[in-house]
């Protein structure tokens, strides 16, 4: 089977991809990075650890990928306990960490084909071209790796991620600080690599990152795990799916629309929305408000979105990580 076409294919269906259950990482005299949390992934998917700097995603990540020994709890990836013992399941695990520097003094073909020798995987140079052109650097590949741009050393963390043809692969942040073209160039590389069968464990900070690319999200913060289920279930269970905004009607609206049983609630910039929970409400909703005298700008719906249930969770939105009021 080509090289190429091989990966990502999972060798053991019926196993728990990754399992963690009150999984504990203090640091004296009082930081705790990781709280207690708990989740599982039991079928390939793409899986989003969600949350601003400091929840403790990182820190999560690397006891997963045997990189620290967490205080308490425990950690199992394909029903290896990896506080113990890594060795197992090494070749089935990807990782790109958090700020990745390639070799400077290769290029990215001599950079593969290294990585590819510490795994004990025999690349010929079709194979390691293959590979460069998957990730977009072909037109690149004849410069050394330090003067690649920041896009491309992310891409070229991939292809190296990618040698040993692995069922999991952490990517730990992979576009903090990319361009617009250079995620969306990631974002479809991690989908082709979910296409081909495997489980992609990504950490991030951008809500729109997790809604667009996972199957699954977990929140965290302060160390605690908040909720879990897909963005769908999470806009469900804790936003309000849709709303009607009433762009300036102040609270002079408000207090109008709130007088007549409609719940509503008004914005910093003096919006106010009106929630539909049931999409098949919206004609009844439209026709109680028309026939409410308000004086404003604009009135259109909104789809609530993870940054919302994000919103309400948490208290604060987030920018690039961090949070804000």
Not at 267 to 274: A, F, N, S, T, Y
Request: no cysteine.
């Amino acid at each position: 089977m080509d090289k190429l076409r091989r990966y990502y294919l999972p060798e053991t269906m019926g196993e728990a991809i990754v399992r963690v259950e009150g999984l504990t990482k203090h640091y004296p005299p009082t930081t705790k990075a990781v709280d207690g949390i708990s989740f599982s992934i039991d079928k390939p998917k793409i899986f989003s650890l969600l949350g601003p700097n400091g929840a403790g995603k990182t820190t999560t990540v690397e006891i997963l990928e045997g990189l620290r020994t967490p205080t308490g709890g425990s950690a199992r990836v394909f029903d290896v306990d990896v506080t113990k013992d890594y060795s197992p399941i090494r070749n089935r695990v990807g990782t790109l960490p958090q700020n990745f520097e390639p070799f400077d003094e290769l290029k990215p073909p001599e950079a593969v084909g290294y990585w590819a020798g510490l795994f004990g995987v025999r690349f010929t140079p079709k194979d390691i071209n293959r590979l460069i052109e998957r990730v977009g650097l072909t037109d690149r590949k004849n410069i050394l790796s330090r003067k690649l741009s920041g896009g491309e050393k992310r891409k070229l963390g991939i292809a190296l991620s990618l040698v040993n043809s692995p069922e999991l692969l952490f990517l730990d942040e992979p576009t903090t600080g990319l361009d617009p073209k250079a995620r969306r160039d990631l974002w479809a590389m991690i989908l082709e690599v979910r296409q081909n069968g495997a489980t992609v464990f990504l950490t991030t900070h951008y809500l729109d990152e997790a809604e667009k690319l996972a199957e699954e999200v977990a929140i965290m913060h302060k160390g605690k795990m908040m909720v879990q289920g897909t963005p769908q279930d999470l806009i469900t269970k804790y936003g309000k799916m849709t709303v009607v905004v009433l762009a300036g009607a102040g609270e002079v609206g408000l207090k109008e629309i709130t007088r007549r049983g409609i719940s509503a609630t008004m914005e910093p910039d003096g919006d106010v929305l009106v929630p539909v929970a049931n999409p098949a409400e919206m004609r009844t909703i439209f026709m109680k408000l028309s026939g409410i005298e308000l004086k404003v700008k604009d009135m259109y719906t909104r789809r609530q979105s993870l940054e919302d249930v994000f919103l309400g969770l948490v208290g604060a939105r987030m920018d690039e990580g961090v949070l804000t009021e």
